[in-house]
Structure formats: structure tokens, C-alpha cells
């Protein structure tokens, strides 16, 4: 589950801490901003690198570049930029924090992040957690959600799915058949089934149990899926069953969700491009010009504007 294809976003060659934090103080400096500095410096080097030009900024100018930043710019752009300073695993636990602790409980962003990470990434998310903000992610999430959907949340927060990528194909028979008597073969539905299925099994594994499922009982997994649950535990099976498919497919998928029709949900745009660009934002772009015939660079500029727009098409290497 570690990782999927490519980035869009690649360390940059001959890398200069000095030189790039020497850049973006300049583009800070005196009266105005000079944006399309800071677009180019950010968006052309990894995460890694930018964690090397904080420190070297504090160190050439006594200042916080996060601070510095934060002071200069506003709105979603300043949000891009001060996500892309943050390390992916702080970044993850700040989105849940928020998804947590603001206004309402952001179900989706607990799905989007608790349900697609590794095992050794959920392990660094609850310890950042734990650092940051000194609280139990677990306590948390028990505290704002419930039922089915706690259930599977906390399954997901214990990092105990196979990553071996082998696959037994009798357990899949076995599993599709235990499924099938959970849900459409009896009245009612037994969630415990189903959560431990798709909590413990790699993707694989899931795969294969998929295929049985259809092979044996003439229904996709999905359908099962929504015929038997609703609600957030519905969203959080399907995504597990989904990035079982294709990471990169779940993700293209968000993308559109979030700009399609009247309104954009820039949160999760961000969040998205912010925590996917180094990791498999190629894939995701050829996904969502498969399943939806267009490119995600014309979704963007459709539904964004300014430095906003010119950042995230960075990002994503879109003209």
C-alpha cells in the first residue's frame, strides 16, 4: 500500500537549499509579492527539499518561512502553500484535526485519509497527532463518530491489514461466500463481517475476494455494499473496495466529486492535490481523462482562479 506510480511533483537536480530560500525571501521582500516566485519555487521541488529551505531560512534570516508565508499571502492559495510546507504525515494529521475539531465532523476526510494510508503511515499520523496536538487520534475519532462507522474507522486506525500482497484464492471463495451470508443472503445485515474483511485483507486479497463474489453470486461488491449499508459506513466500505481497484481511480474520482456541478469543494481539492502530487498524481490524471473524458487541468481551470488556479495546475503539471 506504500506507494502507487509517480508524482507530478519530482525533487528538483542540483538543489540548492540556500538558493531557493534566498529566492522566496526576495519574493517577501519590501512592498508586494512577487506569487509567481513562490507558485515556481514550491512547485518544483519535493517535500523533502522544502523542508530543507525552512530550516535554511531560519537559519540565513532568523525567520520562520511557514510564518513568513502565512503573513504575505490569503485565502485558498495561502492554504495550498502552507499544506505543501507542511511533511505529508503532519499534513494528514492537521486535516483530521480540523476534520475532528471544527465546526461539524468532516466524516469524509476521516474516509479519505484513515481508509487509503499504509500501515506505517497510520502509525506516523497517530504519533504526529499525538505530538501536535497532545491527544489520542483514536479517543477522537471514537468521541465524534458512531456505530457501524466508528467501528470501521478504529479497525482502520489499528494498522493491522496484510501488506504482504499474496493472494489465497480458496480464502477468497471462502470470504465472497461469508460476505454474501452477511448481507443479501440473510435478513438484516451482519456489519462485523464485513468490517473484518475489509479491514485485515491487503488489496489483493480483496481483489480476488471481489471477483469470487461476482463470479459466485452475479453482483458486483459495490452494489452489495449499498444495498446493505448507508450513511458514512457505506462511503467507508466503498472506499476501502475502490482503492482495493485502483488508488489512483478512488482519487480521480474525489477530485471530480469535489468540482463537478455548481460550487467547488476546495477542501478537498487541496487536500487531494496537496497530499497526492508526489505520490501517484500521473496515475490519477490518466485516470480521471479515462473515466470522465477530460482532463483534470480543464476541471481546474474551470473551477479556480488566480494564484489559486496557477498553483494547483502546477502541481499537477497542467498547462
Known sequence: MASYGQGTVTPASGFNAEASAGELRKAMKGIGTDEATIIKVLSTHSNQQRQEMNITFKTLYGKDLKKELKSELGGKFEDVILGLMETPINYDAHVLRDAIKGAGTDEMA?????????????????????????????????????????????????????????????????????LFKAG????????????????????????ATFDAYRANHKKEIEAAIKSEFSGYAEEGLLAIAKCARSVPGYFAERLYSCMKGAGTKDKVLIRVIVSRCEVD???????????????????IKGDTSGDYKKILMALCKEA
Open 110 to 178: 476521516l474516509i479519505e485519509i484513515l481508509c487509503t494510508r499504509s500501515n506505517a503511515e497510520i502509525e506516523q499520523i497517530k504519533s504526529a497527532y499525538k505530538t501536535l496536538f497532545k491527544d489520542n487520534l483514536e479517543k477522537d475519532v471514537m468521541s465524534d463518530t458512531g456505530g457501524t462507522f466508528e467501528r470501521l474507522l478504529v479497525s482502520q486506525l489499528t494498522a493491522n491489514r496484510d501488506e504482504s500482497g499474496t493472494v489465497d484464492q480458496a480464502l477468497a471463495v471462502q470470504e465472497a461466500a461469508e
Open 281 to 299: 498524481m500521473v496515475q490519477i490524471k490518466e485516470e480521471f481523462q479515462r473515466k470522465y473524458g477530460k482532463s483534470l487541468g480543464s476541471f
Open 184 to 207: 443479501a443472503g440473510k435478513v438484516g445485515t451482519d456489519e462485523s463481517t464485513f468490517n473484518r474483511i475489509f479491514s485485515m485483507r491487503s488489496y489483493q486479497q480483496l481483489r
